[in-house]
């Protein structure tokens, strides 16, 4: 029987991705540094109320790890504490990466929404429902894109134009991780006109 797995948070950091503990628990099995991450890779173990999870590399995320490893057999942690320090490739360096990856750099002129404040950002009210949008759907001034965090008070983030876009948006990617935590100004998710 295989054991379950949880994908890493991704925040990006300049040139660097952070990955993070996606719950509490204790970190061990950790892969040494200078070492290279994949989408898939198998990136450790989160020990969870004595349970292992294995931890994955999420899509589109590739680097190098940079850092001395955890000294702790068993390094405790808590829900979006860093893990890994990657230095991009010089191809995601160059601007090649996909704009549907987690908190990547989008192109100036793109479409983005930004965070209105920092906190954690959610792309469903409860891990149970659908997310408020998906790629491709239309979205309307005043929907609803996704909720943020900021001390176990929820805010609903709403979709707010900018005067000069189009009048018919729809998402085209989102750019901040479900659950990640963002920064007020951080693009959220980024956005096509008709």
């Known amino acids: 029987m295989s054991r379950p797995t949880l994908e890493l948070l991704v925040q990006r950091h300049g040139n660097e ?4 503990a996606p719950d509490v628990g204790l970190f061990t099995d950790a892969q040494p540094p200078d070492g290279l991450l994949s989408p898939g890779d198998a990136a450790g173990v989160l020990m969870i109320l004595g349970r292992a999870h294995d931890l994955l590399v999420p899509a589109q995320v590739q680097g190098r790890i940079q850092g001395p490893r955890s000294e702790l057999v068993q390094q405790p942690v808590d829900y979006g504490t860093r893990v890994y320090c990657l230095s991009l490739l010089e191809d995601e360096l160059s601007g090649t ?8 750099a989008v192109n100036e002129k793109a479409l983005v929404l930004k965070s209105p404040q920092t906190g954690r950002f959610y792309h469903r ?55 990640a ?14």
């Open 17 to 20: 991705l952070w990955l993070n």
């Open 97 to 104: 990466e996909s704009n549907d990856s987690p908190n990547m």
């Open 125 to 179: 009210a409860s891990p149970t429902d659908e997310p408020f949008i998906s790629p491709g759907d239309n979205i309307d001034p005043g929907q609803a894109i996704g909720m943020i965090e900021v001390m176990k008070t929820f805010t609903t983030v709403a979709f707010s134009p900018d005067a000069e876009w189009p009048n018919r948006l729809r998402l085209k990617a989102w750019l901040a991780q479900d659950g």
């Open 181 to 194: 935590e963002v920064t007020q100004g951080e693009a959220l998710i980024e956005l096509e006109g008709d």
